[in-house]
Structure formats: structure tokens, C-alpha cells
Antibody, heavy 122, light 112 residues
Framework: QVQLQESGPGLVKPSQTLSLTCTVS??????????WSWIRQPAGKGLEWIGR???????NYNPSLKSRVTISVDTSKNQFSLKLSSVTAADTAVYYC??????????????WGQGTLVTVSS | QSVLTQPPSVSGAPGQRVTISCTGS?????????VHWYQQLPGTAPKLLIY???NRPSGVPDRFSGSKSGTSASLAITGLQAEDEADYYC????????????FGGGTKLTVL
């Protein structure tokens, strides 16, 4: 059974860089037709897609965040990471990592982490 | 303002049928991108409910069904049950800039 677990600081100061890691267990991050996504959800609000990385290293980012976001993969640790620079209070949210499956078409994000709350405050 | 538009709320009595709409445009749903639906119970991570417009992952009851036509998609829930009370999100991709993922604003389903 695949499991994803987010980890990282729960509190980040304004203007600093938010860094989160998603550890994948129960399967190899580099095998299969998968992509690995980050999604966030401010309290009481809807989901916002941040970006994804394919096992090939190719990435797609939300245009509204693209200038501040970097998603990378560390296959040796079976992890992928999110870095969001120059954060403000508007970046306060629960951050989820998720696995997506693709083939003839996109099969959606079928496994999700439990989410981790990141608060931006001084 | 979400790229995909959903009604903020819908409601229905147990046993009834409800539908949730997801309206996009020619750069996302209308461009041929598939639509996925997620169910989010309070305090939990979203769960994939429908993928590829109308397919159910293993374990999802056949009371849930999805469809897509033109620039819109719909989620239908029949035989409404109390445990269906949750937030529902549609998701697709947009070709306007590098094929990024887009979500609807979410719909709160209340079982009366």
C-alpha cells in the first residue's frame, strides 16, 4: 500500500522560503507512470494546485506561483520536495502531496498525504 | 476566483439524487482535458472519487457517477446517504500556460 507523508517546518517567517518534503513508502518514486504533485488548501477554502513533477524530471507549475516555486525529486531517498520562496501570510495553508497516475490519459491523483499545516508569521 | 466553477452548495434528502456541476472553458475542459472528482470529508485529505470523466476507482460505490460534455462536467450521486456529506471538487488541466492543474471552488453537499 502506497503511503505519502509530508514533513517540514510548521512555521515560516514572511519573506523566507517554505520547504516541505514528501516521503513515499510502499513503492518506488521512480518506477511506473507516475507524477508527484503538491496541492494546498487555506483554512476554510478550496484546493489550489501548486505543481507536479514527473519521474522524468519534467515539471508543471501554477502560473500564479511559478516564479516562486520549485519542485524536485530525490530518488535515492524516495522523496520529492516543494520550495516556495518569498512567502507571505497568503501562503498559510495545509499543504498536501499526492501521487498521480498517467497512461493513455490522466488517471488523477490517487494517493494523498494527510497534509501539513504551514503558517507564515513573524 | 477558480478557473472551474462549481455551485457553493447542494443538498438532498437521504435516498435522493443530487448533481454537482463543474463549468470550465475552451482552454480546459473544452480543450479535451479529462475531469476528475475528489471527495473531502471534514478534517481529512481529498479522496479520488471519479477519474477520467466517468471512471470509478476500486472501492468507490456505483452510486457515484461522472460525465462530461463540451466545457462542463457533472458528478451525480444517487441513493444519498448521510456519510456522503462532504466537500466535492472537480479538477482538470488548462492549456493557457504550460498545462497546469486547475480545481473548482468546491461544493458542500449537505444531506438533510
Amino acid at each position: 500500500q502506497v503511503q505519502l507523508q509530508e514533513s517540514g517546518p510548521g512555521l515560516v517567517k514572511p519573506s523566507q522560503t517554505l520547504s516541505l518534503t514528501c516521503t513515499v513508502s510502499g513503492g518506488s518514486i521512480s518506477s511506473g507512470s507516475y507524477y508527484w504533485s503538491w496541492i494546498r488548501q487555506p483554512a476554510g477554502k478550496g484546493l489550489e494546485w501548486i505543481g507536479r513533477i514527473y519521474t522524468s524530471g519534467s515539471t508543471n507549475y501554477n502560473p500564479s506561483l511559478k516564479s516562486r516555486v520549485t519542485i524536485s525529486v530525490d530518488t535515492s531517498k524516495n522523496q520529492f520536495s516543494l520550495k516556495l520562496s518569498s512567502v507571505t501570510a497568503a501562503d498559510t495553508a495545509v499543504y498536501y502531496c499526492a501521487r498521480g497516475l498517467y497512461g493513455d490519459y490522466d488517471y488523477g491523483q490517487d494517493y494523498w498525504g494527510q497534509g501539513t499545516l504551514v503558517t507564515v508569521s513573524s | 476566483q477558480s478557473v472551474l466553477t462549481q455551485p457553493p452548495s447542494v443538498s438532498g434528502a437521504p435516498g435522493q439524487r443530487v448533481t454537482i456541476s463543474c463549468t470550465g472553458s475552451s482552454s480546459n475542459i473544452g480543450a479535451g482535458y479529462d475531469v476528475h472528482w475528489y471527495q473531502q470529508l471534514p478534517g481529512t485529505a481529498p479522496k479520488l472519487l471519479i477519474y477520467g470523466n466517468s471512471n470509478r476507482p476500486s472501492g468507490v460505490p456505483d452510486r457515484f457517477s461522472g460525465s462530461k460534455s463540451g466545457t462542463s462536467a457533472s458528478l451525480a450521486i444517487t441513493g444519498l446517504q448521510a456519510e456522503d456529506e462532504a466537500d466535492y471538487y472537480c479538477q482538470s488541466y488548462d492549456s493557457s500556460l504550460s498545462g497546469w492543474g486547475v480545481f473548482g471552488g468546491g461544493t458542500k453537499l449537505t444531506v438533510l
